[in-house]
Each structure stands twice: as structure tokens, then as C-alpha cells.
């Protein structure tokens, strides 16, 4: 018989069963959802362990496309012409992935993504250029965007002193002599005879060497002039004189423009201890009596007007820098100007003085380390000058005592505009 009691503990023992088999259901359940979870952080941790490793191949293939274009430009001559501003490969596979690479005139000058030039990749040699390449490799992509610009060429064959027009006057005690920069500085056993100089002129004494003053060195007149009749004077040549067989041709003289430069920022006047790491666009450039600005990196400055560093005043060059100066109107430099002289090299100047006009003019007891390129300007230097480097100008008058030391190691100063000594800018990833 069964009692009360007897019920009781039947329906517990039965609470007491179904409650466990909930419990091994939820467990069961628990277990489903954490293999479950595991299984999907596996697939994805797979996952992004392979994106990542197909973006490092990208990324490298990518690299691998700007190397082949740069190597392309460098070895091509004509690319300006030969290639479009545009696309210049589709999809090419390298390095077992596929590039897309675009090559354009100018630079994204306000970050918006758009490349601003004029489209013509033919018609500036020295405009800058930016080169997309857009790889891809499994899954992924990757971006890369460097500018490139290019730099006027050091050298275009000129002898150590060219005049161009049909005038040398040298004062008394003046003198042009020669040495290698390569070799160190100028003096002692780093001096010789050795100056170069070459002149277009062809009438009697268009070349004139007052008393004492002395080219050691060459000279060479007009095409077919006799230089016993042009070079006249009490001074002396100590080497040779003969006639050219041809005549020196002006150089061309590419300024850059604001796509590497900028736009004309207007008159500027530095304070003293300034540093110039970029490139720069003035209208008139005035260094102030005693000033000093320093050269950082590889800067070119293009000056509309005049450009004049007043007495005393100086630009030095910081280690590895150089200077290439445009100027469009007059130069003058006041006396005991000092430019580059802290390094004595004047194959990291280059200074450019487009059209004609007004005198390159350099007062007394100045010191410049230079490249002169002024086909149609007139090189003036007062009493006690010391120039060092190479020298293209119309024409040359030498003040009392004043001193040109052609560098034998420089053949003359830059044409202009050639596509040498690209570098980048700026990458955009």
C-alpha cells in the first residue's frame, strides 16, 4: 500500500532525474558552442595570418614596380617623349603578382589626391614627376606614391673659364691659375699652372693683362683670330696661346618651375642662423650684413629679381648639402661675402644668372666656392676677390689682386635641365 509519503519522495527522486538531465543537456549544449567557437578562431586566426603575410608581398612587388620605372627613366634619355603622362602598365605581373603603374607630370600639392601639373611630361625636363604603382597579390593590395624630381646636371663640358662674348681685362696683379678640389684644399702643393681659358673673342686686345697680372695657364681666342693680336698687355700667359676651332656655344638654362619650387613666396630676408632644408621661391633674396643661413640637404632656390648678400654676410653648407641658385635679375655680393666657403668644394654650388643685364658684381675681399653659369652677363670682381671653381659669363673684368683658382675637376657649370640625380620627395603609402 502505498502512503503519502511513498508519493513524496517518488516525485522528488523524479524532480531530482530531470533536473540532471537538464544539466547534462546545457553542458552538452556548452560544449557544441565552444567547439564551435574554436573552430572559427582558428579559421579566422588562418585567416588573418594569411592576409598579412600577402600584404608583405604587396607591399615588397609594389616597391619592386617603383625600382623597375626609376631604372627605366635612368636608362632611357628620351622618356619624356617615348612615354605618355599616364598609365604606362596594366596588370603586368612581376614578382608573382600583378602592378598597375601610372606615371605623371607634377605633384599633389594639397594632398587631395590628385597629381597637379600641367600634363605634359615633354615639354620641362626639369618638372618633377609622381610615379603610382598599385600592386596586388592573393587578396590584398598595396599603394605606393613617391615623387620624383631632377636636378640640372653639374656638367656640360666647358672649359674652366669660358667667355662667351669678346672681353678679359685683368688689373694689375690679377691672376687666374688652376688646382683640384678633389685633392683638397687650394694651396701649397695643391696649386699649378694648369687654367684653361677659352674666349670667343677676335678683335686686338680684347684680352688685356695689365702689369704683373698672369693666367697660368692656356688661352685660347676667337675661331681663326690671332692671339698675339687679341691678347695684349704687360702681363703674362705662362702656357700657350692658340685659336679655337670652333666657336663656344651659350648653354641653355632650364629654370625650374613651381611644381618643384613652389610659387613665389615674395621678397624674403632671412633672420641671422636661418636653415634652408627644401626648396624655395622668392622674389628678391637679401642676406643682411654679418648673417649667416645654412644649406640642409639638397635644396635648389629660383630668385625672380635681384639677389645680394650685403658685407659680411654668408651661406654655409651643412655636411652633404647643396645649392642650386637661379636668378633671374642681378647679383651682388658685398665685400668679405663668403659663399661656401666653410667647405671649400665648388662642386656642391651651382649658380645660375639667367638672361642679360646688369654685372654680376662681387666687391672686395670676398670668397666664393661656385659654378657660374651667365652666358649673357658681364663677371665683375673688385680688388682682392678669391673665386674658386669654373666660370661660363659674356665677359670677365679682374679688379687689383683679385684671384680666379679654376677646379680642374670641374669641366664648367651646368647646362640645365638634364633628368641626372633624381631623388625622392615624398612616399605616399
Do not use: C
Amino acid at each position: 500500500m502505498r502512503t503519502r509519503r511513498t508519493d513524496r519522495i517518488d516525485r522528488r527522486s523524479g524532480e531530482r532525474e530531470g533536473f540532471a538531465l537538464m544539466l547534462v543537456l546545457i553542458a552538452v549544449v556548452m560544449a557544441v558552442i565552444l567547439a564551435i567557437s574554436a573552430l572559427n578562431s582558428a579559421t579566422g586566426s588562418t585567416g588573418i595570418a594569411v592576409s598579412v603575410v600577402d600584404h608583405t608581398q604587396a607591399r615588397a612587388i609594389a616597391e619592386s614596380g617603383v625600382e623597375a620605372t626609376v631604372a627605366y627613366i635612368q636608362q632611357d634619355s628620351d622618356w619624356r617623349t617615348n612615354k605618355v603622362n599616364g598609365v604606362w602598365a596594366t596588370d603586368m605581373s612581376l614578382d608573382g603578382g600583378l602592378v598597375t603603374i601610372t606615371v605623371e607630370d607634377g605633384v599633389d600639392l594639397d594632398g587631395n589626391g590628385t597629381v597637379d601639373g600641367d600634363g605634359d611630361l615633354s615639354d620641362d625636363s626639369s618638372d618633377p614627376v609622381t610615379i603610382t604603382v598599385v600592386a596586388s597579390f592573393g587578396n590584398t593590395s598595396h599603394t605606393i606614391r613617391p615623387v620624383f624630381e631632377f636636378e640640372a646636371e653639374e656638367s656640360t663640358g666647358y672649359p674652366g673659364v669660358s667667355v662667351l662674348g669678346s672681353k678679359i681685362d685683368l688689373k694689375e696683379d690679377a691672376e687666374i691659375d688652376s688646382y683640384d678640389s678633389t685633392q683638397g684644399y687650394y694651396g701649397g702643393s695643391n696649386k699649378s699652372s694648369e687654367a684653361n681659358v677659352h674666349t670667343n673673342a677676335t678683335s686686338s686686345d680684347s684680352v688685356k693683362l695689365e702689369e704683373d697680372s698672369t693666367i697660368k695657364g692656356d688661352v685660347f681666342v676667337g675661331v681663326g683670330a690671332n692671339p698675339n693680336s687679341v691678347i695684349d698687355g704687360e702681363g703674362s700667359v705662362t702656357g700657350t696661346t692658340d685659336s679655337m676651332s670652333e666657336s663656344l656655344a651659350a648653354p641653355t638654362i632650364d629654370v625650374p618651375g613651381n611644381g618643384v619650387v613652389g610659387s613665389n613666396s615674395g621678397d624674403e630676408e632671412p633672420a641671422d642662423n636661418t636653415t634652408y632644408s627644401s626648396n624655395q621661391h622668392f622674389d628678391e633674396f637679401k642676406i643682411e650684413k654679418e648673417d649667416k643661413i645654412y644649406i640642409e640637404g639638397d635644396v635648389i632656390i629660383v630668385v625672380e629679381k635681384t639677389f645680394e648678400m650685403k658685407e659680411e654676410a654668408e651661406i654655409r653648407l651643412n655636411p652633404g648639402a647643396t645649392l642650386t641658385l637661379y636668378v633671374k635679375d642681378a647679383i651682388k655680393l658685398d665685400k668679405e661675402v663668403k659663399l661656401n666657403d666653410n667647405t671649400e668644394d665648388p662642386s656642391r654650388v651651382i649658380l645660375y644668372n639667367v638672361g642679360s643685364g646688369n654685372d654680376i658684381d662681387i666687391k672686395e675681399k670676398t670668397k666664393i666656392h661656385t659654378q657660374i653659369v651667365a652666358p649673357y652677363r658681364k663677371f665683375k670682381l673688385d680688388e682682392e676677390v678669391e673665386f674658386y671653381g669654373s666660370i661660363v659669363v659674356d665677359e670677365i673684368e679682374m679688379g687689383k689682386k683679385s684671384e680666379i683658382h679654376m677646379d680642374t675637376s670641374l669641366s664648367g657649370g651646368g647646362g640645365g635641365g638634364g633628368s641626372s640625380g633624381s631623388y625622392t620627395k615624398r612616399w605616399v603609402e
